[in-house]
């Protein structure tokens, strides 16, 4: 499952929050580099659209590896960014210009 939309950050239009989620019976088969690189396709399709940015929870290295591998970059640290039981997970807003 994949999703993301336009919008504004500090006044450029980007293509935000990107949501990715791959069943674990079906990750480390490539799966979310393809679907990232289908998000990549249509954000260059849309006008005026020079950037991706998506949320990742600190913790989840094996996304992080795969972000990076794909050009994003780290560019904010957001505390507390989700909680989830009662628990509060910080978060990185990573990006990558396109």
């Known amino acids: 499952m994949i999703g993301g939309y336009v919008d504004n950050y500090k006044g450029e239009k980007v293509v935000k929050k990107i949501a990715l989620f791959v069943d674990s019976e079906f990750r480390g088969k490539g799966i979310a580099q393809m679907l990232m690189h289908s998000v990549e396709d249509w954000a260059r ?17 094996p996304a992080i590896r795969l972000y990076k591998k794909l050009g994003f970059k780290v560019i904010e640290e957001l505390p507390a960014a989700v909680a989830k039981n009662g628990v509060e997970y910080d978060d990185y807003l990573m990006a990558k210009n396109i």
């Open 45 to 61: 399709s849309l006008p005026n659209i020079k950037t991706l940015m998506l949320q990742v929870y600190k913790e989840n290295v």
